[in-house]
């Protein structure tokens, strides 16, 4: 079973992956949102194509742990999920600061601006579900 990572935005929707053993995150797209129905269909292909058994749905909390729109608008997609994958669990994840860690490991990658903006959803991520991987609370 592998688990699947989302950075939930209002334009893209970041997609990573764990391998099989639960201990690796790996990138897999960015999908651009063209309509929520849109939006399920291909992260319905992705559970498909990468047997997903989880989702790990990025949560962010304003920096004091209140819950702003952004968190409110994770909540929502969560039971969107919960209600069009009925047999896929959905978590959610705090992801306070992933986008910063993302772009942080793109730039000592060297990326260029132009291609980081491309890929920085994919990345935040990777970063969401690795933490969430790394973490003791998720067994």
Do not use: H
């Amino acid at each position: 079973m592998r688990i699947m990572g989302l950075d939930l935005g209002t334009r893209t929707i970041g997609v990573s992956v764990s391998d099989e053993t639960g201990f690796i995150a790996r990138g897999v797209e960015t999908i651009r949102r063209k309509g929520l129905e849109n939006d399920l269909k291909r992260l319905g292909e992705l559970v498909e194509q990468e047997e997903v058994g989880q989702f790990v749905l990025g949560y962010p909390k304003n920096m004091n742990g209140s819950i702003g729109d952004r968190a409110r608008a994770s909540e929502e997609f969560k039971t969107i999920l919960e209600e069009r994958f009925p047999s896929i669990p959905v978590v959610l994840w705090d992801e306070r600061l992933s986008t910063v860690a993302a772009e942080k490991v793109l730039i000592e990658a060297d990326l260029q601006r132009k291609k980081r903006k491309k890929i920085i959803d994919m990345m935040a991520a990777v970063v969401i579900l690795q933490n969430y991987l790394d973490s003791p609370r998720r067994n």
